[in-house]
């Protein structure tokens, strides 16, 4: 115990009392400068109209007031819209999971014909923008219509490029040798990506899941312009029909996008071990 004391104490990269000052003092002013957006949103959400807008915001306890949160949920669709988002998000990133790691067991552990070029074929897709595709797609919905449901606003999220990357990077970490033991003991490929794949793979994806329900709850051009009717809107979209409606309310458009940032802070807590742990993930080829 003592030798390796002494070799921490004298182990030049490790940061002295100032240098440890030095970067907590740096890590703090950099998490109050990502967080003040969101201070000045609720401060701004919980004051007076006239008080909304001034600068700094007012930070007195005593001036807070709700009625703009009771205004903004005794809205008629609103309840309805945070149902449509908690469908759209929820069920986008459960179909997106199985959908991802299925075509990534595939292409990390299955050799097939062609299969190192039709994952970069698809991989190459990342670099077209959404809007690219979405006059297509559109065009797809309406024939087969699914305009206005939510099927539309499902499909076309389950089979991100990259989510089957990710899912791809994570299964190449698994031994194949343990695959094959499975194969022998008479498993077939669902039973080994059941049974070991799944269960192996669960840090990423946590992770995946985490990512793609706050990229899904936040989605506005898709939800836009599939949807035509207001109760089949979700709440991203029913925020800017509040805007338009009400234009110089700052403090009930504030107050609105606080609510609907109160589910995905509530994930990113509850999966915030998953997170760190599957920011990481796949990074190093076992």
């Not at 305009?147 to 970490?173: C, E, H, N, R, W």
């Not at 794949?197 to 899941?209: E, T």
């Not at 110089?248 to 509850?270: D, E, R």
């Amino acid at each position: 115990m003592i030798r390796e004391a002494l070799v921490e104490k004298d182990n030049p990269l490790r940061p002295g009392k100032a240098g440890l000052v030095i970067r907590l003092t740096f890590l703090v002013v950099l998490g109050a400068i990502t967080l003040m957006p969101m201070i000045w949103m609720i401060l701004s959400s919980l004051q007076p109209q006239a008080l909304s807008v001034s600068f700094p915001p007012n930070i007195n306890p005593l001036g807070f007031d709700l009625r703009y949160y009771q205004q903004f949920l005794g809205r008629t669709h609103v309840l309805r819209w945070t149902l449509n988002s908690l469908i759209f998000a929820g069920s986008s990133t459960l179909l997106t999971l199985v959908v991802a790691s299925l075509a990534g067991y595939a292409f990390a552990k299955i050799k097939f014909p062609g299969s190192k070029y039709l994952f970069w074929l698809y991989i190459i897709t990342l670099m077209l923008p959404f809007q690219v595709a979405m006059i297509p797609l559109y065009i797809i919905m309406t024939r087969i219509g699914l305009t206005d449901t939510y099927l539309g606003l499902i499909l076309p999220a389950i089979a991100s490029p990259l989510s089957i990357f990710l899912m791809k990077q994570v299964m190449q970490t698994i031994p194949t040798p343990l695959l094959e033991s499975a194969r022998l003991d008479g498993c077939n490929e669902l039973q080994v990506w059941k049974h070991i794949i799944i269960p192996l793979s669960k840090p990423g994806i946590a992770f995946l899941g985490i990512i793609t329900f706050v990229q899904q709850w936040n989605n506005f051009l898709w939800p836009l312009v599939i949807t035509e009717s207001t109760a089949m809107r979700p709440l991203q979209v029913g925020l800017t029909l509040i805007r338009e409606e009400v234009p110089l309310s700052y403090s009930l458009h504030m107050a609105g996008a606080t609510y609907a940032a109160i589910p995905m802070i509530i994930v990113f807590f509850v999966f915030q071990k998953h997170f760190l742990r599957g920011v990481t993930v796949g990074a190093m080829k076992g």
